[in-house]
Structure formats: C-alpha cells, structure tokens
C-alpha cells in the first residue's frame, strides 16, 4: 500500500507555493493515479451544495495556470458543476485529507 505524501509546515505562504510549484508533476501523477483506482471520494451535488449552503464564505483571490482553469472547466461540466464550485470543492477535500 502507497503511504500517504506528508506536506511540510511551512514559514509563509511564498515558501508553501514554492512547494506546490516544484512538486506539481509529482502530485498531479498522484492524483490521477488515485483517480483512476477509485481511491478519490466521489462528492454528489447535493451534499456540495448542503456543504456550501451551511459554511461561511470569504473572498480569496488565487492565480492559477490557465491549464489548470481549462481542465477544472472541463471536468465540471461533465459533472454539471460550475467550475469554481468545483475547484472549491477540490481544494476541500484536498484539506481535509491532508496531514
């Protein structure tokens, strides 16, 4: 069995995107891995929208590369999702499953 990926604490946000940055292939193979096992919760539309209807919401603002917007637009629509609820709905269980 794959051991779960352990993310550092880090000093400042700077220090947390460089990470993300430089370890993005390894993480994306990851993901797509899991994906294609089953091994990624599957998230319906009625407990997304449950999820967001009781959790207050704060404005952030995230530069993302245009290819990820791309391949978040597509597979929310083939989940019939607007993309940035879908991307939030990521970002989620990404948190939540992190230790």
Known sequence: MKQKRV??????????????????????KDFLEAAKKGELPRLDQET??????????????????????????????QKGLPYQTYIKSLLHQALRHAK
Do not use: C
């Open 7 to 28: 993310i550092p604490v880090f000093k400042s946000e700077g220090e947390e995107a460089e990470w993300w940055y430089k370890n993005r292939s390894r993480l994306d």
């Open 48 to 77: 997304l929208k449950a999820r967001l209807a009781t959790t207050k919401a704060r404005v952030v603002s995230i530069r993302l590369p245009e290819s990820d917007i791309e391949l978040a637009r597509q597979q929310a629509s």
